[in-house]
C-alpha cells in the first residue's frame, strides 16, 4: 500500500534515551512497523538515539553507528524532523525540548515531572515556533486521556477530571483491601515485583499523582495549574484496619487524584479517599489506572488500562508520533496550541468540602459519645454515623463518618477534639468521596 | 482570545435533521458557544436547519429564517462548509451525505445504520474529494472510542474489540438481574422509561449492536466488516433463571459485541454471554456502554459512558465539527482517510470457539448424566462442570459448563442431545466469555 516515494521517504525520529521506555519505543516501531507505515502510509525510523551506554543500546539491536552521547548531533541532523524526549527529569531533558522547539523540530515526550514544571515555558516555545509538543504519555500510560480532554470531548465544559493515575499506591492499596495486609508488607511485595521503586517516595506520598492531576487539569479546564497548586497527602498512614473499617461502611480505598470546578475556582488535590463499593473507579484494581471525566454533555467518561510500563507508554508515544507525522505531511504543526486560556483561581484547601471518615480513640465512660459530638457540631460538623468499634488499651475505639463538610471546620474540630481530656488519639483521617456520583 | 477576523469568521454548519439528537446540537453550541469559540479560536454557528416540522425547530429558538425543508438550499449555500448530518436511516442521509462530499463540504454524522451499511461508499467519496467524514457519535454516544482506534492507539495491532454498545439490552438485563425480573417485565419497564422504542427490536434482537460491531471492527483490523458478516442472537431468549444460575457460577450476563483476530481472520459477533464478575465490563450496568479494546502493546483498555442519548451524542457530534473546522482552517481535510488496507476473511461461525453454558430437561433416572457426556465426549465437548439444579414437570434440570470448543461441535453435540430420548429439552444454550481476560 506504500507508494515508492513515501518508502523512500520515512518520517526520521531522534530517541533521546533508550531506558526502558526509550527501549520500548525500538521495541514497538520493529515489531509494529509495517502496521504503522501501513496506517500512516510512511515509515517510521529512528536515525539517531542518544544514551550514554552505548553496550546498552547496541544490545537491543540498534545500529551502532546511530547511537550516539551527543545531543547537537541529533539537533543539527536536518533530517530528524521529530524528538522523542524519554529521558525524564528536568535538566537537560527541558533544554534539549526547548532547542529542539527552536531548531524547527517537532517534540514528543513521556516527561510528566517536566510538563508538570516547566509545561508553561515548553508550550510558549512549541506556539512560537509553530511546531508541535505532545506528551500523551506523560499521563496514564497507554490511556489517550489527554487526547481526550484535548480534542474528543472538546465540546463539553468539564466539570471534573479525577481518578486513580498511580498505579504503584493502587496495587499497594488493592492488596492490603485483599489480603488485610499492613502497609509496610505491601510496599515490600510491591517493590520486590517492580511496582514500586526503591525509594518509593515520589508514588507512596502522592508526588507523582499531583504532578499527573496538574496536567490533566490545566487541560481540562483552559487554565495553568502546577504541581505546586495541589493540596497532597500520600498514603503511608493508611492502616488495613481502616481499610477493613472502610469495607464494613460500603466503600473501598484509592489514592484520589481530584480536580474539580468549584464555583471557577479550581479544585485540586490528592490524598487516599473512600468511594462507594459501586463507584466506577472501585473496580480498578491492582496496578490499573482509571480515570473519570465529568463533561457537562458527555456526562460520565471512564477511561480504564495499565497507566505506566514499557509497552503501554511506548503505545501513546509513538501514536503521538504518527499524529505529529501527519502534521508535519499537511504543514500545519502547533495546530492544537496551548489552551491555556482561561485564568482560574485555585481554590484554598481550607474552603474545599469533603465527607470525612474519623477513627479515634476515647475514654470509655459515660458521657463521651455526647462530648465528641458536641465538639463537632460547635464546628458545623454534622454527623451521618459513630459507631463504637471496639476496646483497645482500655480505650473505646470510634468511628465517625461526616456529612459533607468544609475542610477548615473539619480541622478546627480536630483540633477542640485533641485537647479534651475524653479523646486519647485521633487515629485516623480519610476523605470520602464519590457519593454522589462525582 | 478572539482575534476580530475570527469573530466575523465563524465555522457555518447545515444540521440535516432537528430532532432529539439535533436539538441536542443546537442546545450545546448555544449552552457552550463560548466556550468552543476560546478552545477553537473561532465561533460554530448553524446557518441552516433542515427539518419538516419548522413550528418544532422554531420552539427550540432557533431563528426561523434558517429552517428550511429543501436540502439544495444547504448544499448551495456556499458560506456552509461543514453538514452535520443527524437525520438517522439510510434514505435519503446517504444521497444528502454524497452529494454535500461530492458539493466539496465536510460531513460529520452519527448514523450508524448508514456507516455501517454504506462506509465503503461514503468514506470512498471523501476521500476522493479530499473531505472529512467524521462519525465518532455513530457509535458509544459520546464515548471517545473511534477516535482511539484511528488516532490514540494507532501505533497498535489491535488485537480485540468487544463490549457493551446497546444501553437498552443493558439495562434490561441490569434489571433482570438486579430484580429477579423476568425479560418481559423489564423490557416494559425500559419501555416506560424511554429506554426502549415501542418497536425494541432492532435493540433486543441485536442488530443495533451488530451494526455498531462492524464499524469498530473495520476500523480496529483496517478491513471492511458489514452488518452481513456479523453473527448476530439477540436476549429475547434469556431468563430469569439462567441469570440466577449463572450468578451462582460467578458470572454476569451482557450482551456482548465482539470482534477479535483468530489466525488473521476476524471473529465477529453479537450474543448474550455470561461474563465472569471481576470482569471490568461487569462493572457496566444500567444504559452505559462499556468498550474493551486489546492491543499489543498497550494491552487492555476500556471505555465507559453513556452510550445514547440527546446530550453525550451532542458531545461527541459538536468535538468532531471542531476537529473538522480545524482541518478546513489549515486545508487539510481527508488528513485520515479510509483505513481499510488489510484483506481479511471473516471466521466462519461454525470454526469460532467459545465456552457454553447448557440449561436442559433430562429423565431423572440413572445413566442420564452418563448417556448427556457421552453425546458430549463424542464430539469433543469437555465439560468444566455439571449440576443438577432441580426437579421440574417430574424431570431433572442440569446446568453444564464446557471447557473452550469449537461452536460447530457444541451444536452437532446439541442435536445429537435433542435426539435422545432421556433429553426432554435444550431450555438454553448462553456462551461464556472473558475468563482469559478477553
Do not use: W
Not at 492490603?176 to 507512596?204: I, K
Amino acid at each position: 500500500m506504500l507508494s515508492g516515494e513515501n518508502q523512500k521517504n520515512p518520517v526520521k525520529i531522534g530517541l533521546l534515551g533508550c531506558g526502558t521506555v526509550g527501549s520500548g519505543v525500538v521495541l514497538l516501531l520493529r515489531e509494529n512497523g509495517e502496521h504503522i507505515a501501513q496506517r500512516l502510509g510512511r515509515n517510521i525510523t529512528i536515525a539517531k538515539v542518544l544514551d550514554k551506554d552505548f553496550e546498552k543500546v547496541k544490545q537491543l539491536g540498534v545500529d551502532p553507528n546511530i547511537i550516539t552521547s551527543d545531543f547537537q548531533q541529533i539537533l543539527n541532523d536536518p533530517e530528524i524532523e521529530i524528538i522523542v524526549e524519554v529521558m525524564g527529569g528536568i535538566e537537560p531533558a527541558r533544554s534539549f525540548i526547548l532547542e529542539a522547539l527552536r531548531n524547527g523540530k517537532n517534540v514528543v515526550t513521556a516527561n510528566k515531572d517536566l510538563i508538570a514544571q516547566s509545561g508553561r515555558e515548553l508550550f510558549a516555545t512549541a506556539q512560537q515556533f509553530q511546531r508541535d509538543l505532545y506528551f500523551e504519555a506523560s499521563v496514564g500510560g497507554g490511556i489517550p486521556v489527554i487526547a481526550a480532554l484535548k480534542q474528543s470531548l472538546a465540546a463539553n465544559k468539564i466539570e471534573s477530571v479525577s481518578g486513580i493515575v498511580n498505579g504503584t499506591t493502587n496495587y499497594i492499596l488493592s492488596k492490603m483491601s485483599r489480603d488485610g495486609e499492613d502497609y509496610q508488607f505491601a510496599l515490600s511485595e510491591a517493590q520486590r515485583l517492580g511496582y514500586a521503586e526503591a525509594d518509593p517516595s515520589s508514588d507512596v506520598g502522592g508526588h507523582d499523582a499531583a504532578r499527573k492531576i496538574s496536567i490533566l487539569a490545566s487541560i481540562a479546564f483552559g487554565a495553568r495549574v502546577t504541581y505546586s497548586d495541589v493540596f497532597v497527602e500520600g498514603i503511608e498512614k493508611i492502616s488495613a484496619l481502616d481499610i477493613s473499617y472502610g469495607n464494613e461502611l460500603g466503600y473501598v480505598l484509592k489514592l484520589l487524584a481530584i480536580a474539580k470546578l468549584d464555583n471557577d475556582e479550581i479544585d485540586v488535590r490528592v490524598h487516599p479517599a473512600f468511594i462507594p463499593s459501586h463507584h466506577p473507579l472501585a473496580a480498578v484494581g491492582e496496578v490499573f489506572n482509571g480515570i473519570l471525566i465529568q463533561g457537562n454533555f458527555v456526562g460520565d467518561i471512564m477511561l480504564y488500562g495499565r497507566g505506566a510500563g514499557q509497552r503501554p507508554t511506548a503505545s501513546a508515544i509513538v501514536s503521538d508520533v504518527m499524529e505529529v507525522a501527519r502534521n508535519i505531511q499537511y504543514g500545519d504543526t502547533g495546530r492544537i496550541s496551548c489552551t491555556c486560556y482561561a485564568d482560574l483561581k485555585i481554590k484554598a484547601f481550607s474552603d474545599t468540602h469533603s465527607k470525612y471518615y474519623i477513627r479515634l480513640l476515647a475514654q470509655d465512660k459515660p458521657g463521651v459519645l455526647a462530648g465528641i459530638a458536641g465538639a463537632f457540631g460547635r464546628n458545623l460538623v454534622s454527623l451521618a454515623s459513630v459507631i463504637q468499634k471496639r476496646n483497645y488499651q482500655e480505650k473505646a475505639e470510634i468511628v465517625l463518618v461526616t456529612h459533607t463538610v468544609r475542610e477548615g471546620n473539619i480541622q478546627t474540630a480536630l483540633q477542640e477534639l485533641i485537647g479534651m481530656d475524653i479523646v486519647a488519639e485521633i487515629s485516623n483521617v480519610i476523605r470520602v468521596e464519590g457519593e454522589d456520583g462525582r
